[in-house]
């Protein structure tokens, strides 16, 4: 059983556009929702998170948009750079699980200069 | 800094033999965790502690145990390696109600 499915698997933009990654859960337990951005050789990191209180969280160029009701929420990269190339993962966490973190299969992003 | 520290970035091990992965954290955290990473399929959780000697199976914990004796360190070992078990290894530490920081994996082959 997939809790956290992501989509796309694989994303190519070219510099200066929009990328958009998305996810949806199935249980409603979850009240975390990180992005980690994962480089080549390197443990991922986190990138930004949200909380399903708010339904957008926005920062630099990078924002989470959150929709409870339909249990999805993704990620937009503005002014996509290739500096911005790594694979992104989504994933999700409930306080009653011990925070464990379920993750989405991730998206490899390239931006082409 | 934030530290989570994987032993090894590379192994070598021969089918049937006992592996450890080792993993030590300077934060503090409460809970630590092992995944694997494997091409199409994800970050998939093998086994997380939320105390020292407490441990919990994650989704795919067939073929691996864990030991938290000091809360800064967690093992993964695999009891008997098979070649199904080469993959990236990535342990994480966290603190509740913040985010989780992942050491830099170990790529483990299993010939």
């Known amino acids: 059983q997939q809790q956290v499915k992501q989509s796309p698997q694989s994303l190519i933009v070219q510099k200066g556009g929009i990328s958009i990654i998305n996810c949806a859960y199935e249980?409603?337990?979850?009240?975390?929702f990180p992005w980690y951005q994962q480089f080549p050789g390197k443990g991922p990191a986190l990138l930004i998170a949200?909380?399903?209180?708010?339904s957008e969280k926005k920062e630099g160029r990078f924002t989470i948009s959150f929709n409870k009701s339909a249990k999805q929420f993704s990620l937009h990269i503005m002014d996509s750079q290739p500096g911005d190339s790594a694979t992104y993962f989504c994933a999700a966490s409930a306080q009653g699980s011990n925070y464990k973190l379920t993750f989405g299969k991730g998206t490899l992003l390239t931006v082409n200069p | 800094d934030v530290k989570v520290t994987q032993s090894s970035r590379y192994l070598v091990k021969r089918t049937g033999e006992k592996v450890f992965l080792e993993c030590v954290q300077d934060m503090d955290h409460e809970n630590m965790f092992w995944y694997r990473q494997d091409p199409g399929l994800g970050l998939r959780l093998i086994y997380f502690s939320y105390d020292v000697k407490m441990k919990e199976k994650g989704d795919i914990p067939e073929g691996y145990s864990v030991s938290r004796e000091k809360k800064e360190r967690f093992s993964l070992i695999l009891e008997s390696a098979s070649t199904n078990q080469t993959s990236m290894y990535l342990c994480a530490g966290l603190s509740a109600g913040t985010e989780a920081f992942f050491g830099q994996g170990t790529r483990l082959t299993v010939v």
């Open positions: 949200i909380r399903p209180d708010v």
């Open positions: 249980n409603t337990a979850f009240d975390y």
